[in-house]
């Protein structure tokens, strides 16, 4: 299993980028292959709430992989957990 802890941005459709802190790893069980993670944006606003698949997270050195939201946590009055599903290779 690999994974990745760090900076991320979320780019969501209409190509507005989002800064945030990712946390991702590699399932491989069972001979199948994917990714998932969390990630946790700066800032919140209706159009990440809303956001759900066509997402792309980008990671430093421009390492860009297709994601998914399966789910959204609410932590503090200010901060949301985004739950990620990844497709086609992890860019980490």
Same mark, same amino acid.
């Given at each position: !299993?690999?994974?990745? %802890?760090?900076?991320? +941005?979320l780019?969501?459709? &209409?190509g507005?980028?989002?800064s945030? !802190?990712?946390?991702? %790893?590699?399932?491989? +069980?069972?001979?199948?292959n &994917?990714?998932?993670?969390?990630?946790?944006?700066?800032?919140? %606003?209706?159009e990440?709430?809303?956001?759900s698949? &066509?997402l792309?997270?980008?990671?430093?050195?421009?390492?860009i992989?297709?994601?998914?939201?399966?789910?959204i946590?609410?932590?503090l009055?200010?901060?949301i957990?985004?739950s990620?599903t990844?497709?086609?290779?992890?860019?980490?």
């Open positions: !299993m690999t994974t990745y %802890s760090g900076p991320a +941005r780019i969501l459709v &209409g507005t980028q989002v945030g !802190m990712a946390s991702l %790893s590699t399932n491989q +069980r069972g001979g199948i &994917g990714w998932s993670g969390t990630f946790r944006p700066d800032q919140i %606003s209706a990440i709430q809303n956001a698949d &066509g792309y997270l980008e990671l430093p050195y421009d390492q992989g297709a994601v998914a939201v399966t789910g946590r609410k932590l009055a200010t901060q957990l985004m990620l990844g497709s086609g290779p992890a860019p980490f």
